[in-house]
């Protein structure tokens, strides 16, 4: 058996594990240890893998962002920066038809900016959004559907964990990953908006207009929403902007670590001025984080044992000089990933299919030439570019039927409503990010426009 047929085989089983529920990180390092035993004939080598992996991950500077931004996003979760938001844009946005279900999105995208979760961005914007929708007389499918559709905002909209995992697995710089996804993140959130007001149009009585809030009162409520300009002003502007001119390139005041460290002390500190963040909430919010970091980093773990195997097998670089061979279009090869992704998302979490197929896809993606549109894209502009797609694709994954993590988030908060409801509502919004994706794969600019302005 060749390297590539056994690194195909391994790769099924482990998918037959994963599908009958076996944890992906045990899934993962058990496939890359028996693999790499089977294929060196003797398990020296696995075993040798197994201390020396656990060591660099474990202590790898890079992933020590992880945990800062998970902290953060905790620390914005307890003081109530997502009350504020949802209520500064629904006053600005609640007078049209669908107006409240915009401002959710809206919140969504704004706590999403100090988040960096999905699964977190629904659960809070859900706690706070959907009574008030439900309240004013929204419809059920709407209601759910938006707030599913809008979590997944928290995963695009830089900082985020997910993007941080992939540059890391593709060597590509995470600072450039965040700018390249700030439009395609602002043109999600106004995708949706604009899906809530076709919704609304075809279904006025689905999303009922508000009384239009004075002028006074909206300005108020929007001074209230200032620590999170000024949380992502810092982070963002801290990493991303050139503070010096007098030298060639950007000169940042922080790297990322850094900038997620300063993020989460000053979240933190708002949370324990403005009240929300009490002391049980920080020993829970600290708590929460180093679960979520022990997790994260268990899957990384079993994730770089089986890159490992991989590795020994040379099965990623066969397969890519192999499509090369055949001569596919790389648009083809690029729509079959993209969707792997959709089929995966229905029985997978979006750090899992990262973390599964980074691996093999990206070796294939860097030995393609793309040019699309006559715009022509170098390794690391192909890198970004295909990294912001995956990402998008796997957000949908999310919000898609029947396993849609996010739509069983949204739906666990008002029980009564029937899950199929729920689904009706966000099939608008699936649509609204395919869509998306097409326009972003055929111009590749929007998405690499703004890194090549800043760097």
């Known amino acids: 058996m060749t390297g590539l047929e056994l690194a195909i085989a391994a790769f099924a089983l482990m998918l037959v594990a994963i599908f009958f529920r076996a944890p992906i990180g045990v899934a993962m390092g058990i496939t890359g240890f028996v693999g790499t035993w089977y294929y060196l004939g003797n398990p020296n080598a696995p075993l040798s893998l197994m201390k020396s992996l656990t060591y660099e991950t474990f202590s790898s500077y ?16 307890k003081s109530g920066m997502s009350a504020a938001l949802f209520k500064a844009a629904s006053d600005w946005l609640g007078h049209r038809r669908g107006g409240v279900a915009m401002a959710a999105v809206g ?12 699964l977190a961005t629904a659960s809070t914007m859900g706690q706070v959004a959907l009574p008030e929708m439900r309240k004013r007389g929204y419809a059920d499918s709407l209601s759910t559907g938006v707030l599913a559709a809008g979590g997944t905002l928290g995963i695009l909209i830089p900082p985020s964990i997910i993007l941080v995992i992939y540059a890391i697995l593709a060597e590509q710089n995470i600072v450039k990953m965040f700018i390249a996804a700030l439009v395609p993140g602002i043109l999600a959130a106004l995708g949706y908006m604009l899906t809530v007001a076709i919704y609304c149009w075809f279904k006025p009585d689905a999303g009922p207009a508000l009384d239009r809030v004075p002028m006074g009162r909206r300005i108020r409520d929007l001074g209230q929403i200032w620590p999170v300009v000024v949380i992502f002003g810092l982070v963002m502007g801290g990493i991303a902007a050139d503070w010096n001119w007098t030298q060639e390139g950007v000169q940042a005041l922080f790297t990322p670590t850094e900038g997620a460290a300063v993020g989460a002390v000053a979240t ?14 920080f020993l829970d919010s600290v708590l929460s984080a180093a679960s979520s970091t022990a997790m994260i980093f268990f899957i990384v773990l079993g994730a ?14 066969q397969l ?8 596919f279009a790389p648009l083809l090869v ?10 995966f998302g229905c029985v997978m979490d979006s750090l899992s299919m990262i973390l599964l197929t980074i691996p093999i896809f990206f070796p294939i993606v860097q030995a393609l030439d793309w040019e ?6 170098n390794q690391e502009q192909s890198a970004i570019w295909f990294g912001i797609l995956a990402l998008i694709v796997v957000e949908v994954g999310l919000i898609t039927p029947p396993v849609g993590i996010n739509l069983f988030i949204i739906n666990s908060m008002a029980r009564d409503i029937p ?11 699936v649509a609204s990010d395919l869509i998306r994706v097409v326009v972003l794969v055929a111009f590749p600019g929007i998405t690499l426009w703004l890194v090549g302005v800043m760097f």
């Open 320 to 327: 890519a000089d192999w499509i090369s061979g055949q001569g």
């Open 268 to 281: 933190g500190i708002y949370g324990v001025f403005s009240g929300g963040l009490t002391w049980r909430g």
């Open 372 to 377: 699309i549109l006559g715009y022509a894209m």
């Open 334 to 343: 690029l729509t079959i990933m993209l969707a792997t992704y959709l089929i």
């Open 419 to 429: 899950i199929a409801r729920t689904y009706a509502g966000v099939a608008p919004f």
């Open 304 to 317: 770089h044992m089986f890159n490992s195997f991989l590795a020994f097998t040379n099965a990623p670089q």
């Open 62 to 77: 890079s992933l020590s962002i992880v945990p800062l931004f998970l902290l953060m996003g905790q620390f914005a979760t």
């Open 107 to 118: 919140a969504c995208a704004g706590f999403g900016a100090v988040c960096g979760s999905s």
